[in-house]
């Protein structure tokens, strides 16, 4: 007798799922607890909204201790999650810090899948969910371990950095990893080491033109970008100056250097949210991913923000039902194969193993965009 298979595509299945907990989420109590919590998120959220989100909010922090789990959460999540349910929150790299650190069986990675994959690197012994498989990058999509087996062959003897968006196949292939808070101190410590004065650093042309310009060295790329930052251009920072005098632009170094050049601060994520809790700007504009400037104004409730809404599609697949349906479920595991992760480990550690940097770094603004070339491959 023929058997007929249940032929439910991956996401269907997790659709149903999703719908099934969402039917057991109407049916919680909402503690007093969580309650007090709105006030965090009541700019973003309307009363109406929020004894819903109270609901999947104090689901998932009961789950959280039942099942050992914490979550961390980008700075690019939206409010209900970056505010509500993460237990650490910051940039990729912070989180994966206190992903090796944090005493827990799961890890649920509120981000995209190249940072699940840099939590599981630094701490194999636990078990890293991701709530959404499909929750990529456009930078980490842009280059394959293949990609850079070839440029190893075509530039002998030149060490290869690569930022922290990308595979664990990728960082496996490369020297040393480097963050937009670090990226000038990495690449001058490699050149250094390799005795050369040219490094490739990849896959992001524009962070590596924003580089170039602060250091001597000499920098090859490759044409990764992201989808997000590359949006925005030099007449959005003349507009926006001409719509809001005295506003203050701080742009993350992922935007093409013409932003840069208009800007009057640029920095990694954790140095543009430094520079808003420090200094107080009346009125700020951040161009980087949208969710941020909420995050941000959520701890900075005298700032002014002017909110340009570029939003990454990757990171809004993750939302608070599909952290829950992961938590119950325990589903959707991020595995490395073993070899591969020892190899991008090294490339991690490379750059663990650098004198902290007393403060993140400060891009240069107002400098003239330079070009780089890019890495030629045989292919
Ligand atoms: S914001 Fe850009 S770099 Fe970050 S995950 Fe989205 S596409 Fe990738």
Redesign the pocket.
């Known amino acids: 007798m023929a058997v007929i298979l249940d032929m439910a595509s991956p996401n269907q299945l997790d659709k149903g799922k999703e719908a099934s907990a969402a039917h057991m989420l109407d049916h919680i109590e909402i503690d007093a607890e969580t309650d007090a919590l709105y006030v965090r998120v009541k700019d973003f959220i309307t009363p109406m909204e929020w004894p819903s989100i109270a609901k999947r909010v104090a689901a998932i922090n009961a789950l959280k201790k039942e099942k050992r789990a914490v979550i961390l959460a980008h700075n690019?999540m939206t409010p209900d999650i970056f505010q509500l349910i993460g237990d650490f929150r910051g940039d990729s790299l912070q989180l994966a810090r206190e992903a090796a650190q944090v005493d827990a069986e799961i890890i649920v990675q509120a981000g995209?899948h190249f940072m699940a994959e840099t939590s599981k690197i630094l701490a194999p012994e636990k078990t890293v969910l991701i709530p959404d498989m499909r929750a990529g990058?456009?930078?980490?999509a842009s280059i394959t371990g293949a990609d850079v087996r070839l440029i190893k062959e075509t530039y002998p003897g030149v060490p290869i950095v690569t930022y922290v968006?990308t595979t664990a196949e990728v960082k496996a292939e490369c020297d040393i990893t480097c963050t937009s808070s670090n990226a000038v101190q990495v690449v001058e410590h490699i050149a250094k080491k390799f005795n050369t004065d040219q490094v490739i650093l990849l896959p992001d042309q524009y962070l590596a033109q924003n580089v170039a310009a602060m250091t001597d060295i000499t920098i090859l790329t490759w044409p990764g970008a992201?989808?997000?930052?590359e949006l925005f251009s030099a007449d959005d920072v003349r507009e926006l100056r001409e719509a809001h005098p005295g506003i203050v632009i701080l742009a993350h170094p992922?935007c093409p250097p013409d932003v840069l050049e208009e800007a009057d601060y640029a920095g990694s994520t954790s140095a543009l949210s430094h520079y808003v809790s420090d200094r107080q700007p009346a009125q700020v504009v951040l161009l980087t991913?949208c969710s941020m400037s909420d995050n941000v104004a959520a701890d900075n409730p005298d700032v002014d923000f002017i909110r340009p809404c570029n939003l990454?599609p990757?990171?809004k697949r993750i939302t608070l039902d599909n952290i829950y349906t992961c938590l119950v479920e325990r589903q959707h595991e991020v595995r490395i194969d073993e070899e591969v992760r020892l190899k991008a480990k090294k490339a991690i550690d490379a750059m663990l193993a650098l004198p902290k940097m007393a403060k993140p770094l400060d891009f240069d603004v107002g400098l003239k965009p330079l070009q780089i070339d890019m890495v030629m491959t045989a292919a």
């Open positions: 690019y995209v990058c456009s930078l980490a968006n992201c989808e997000v930052h992922e991913e990454c990757h990171m």
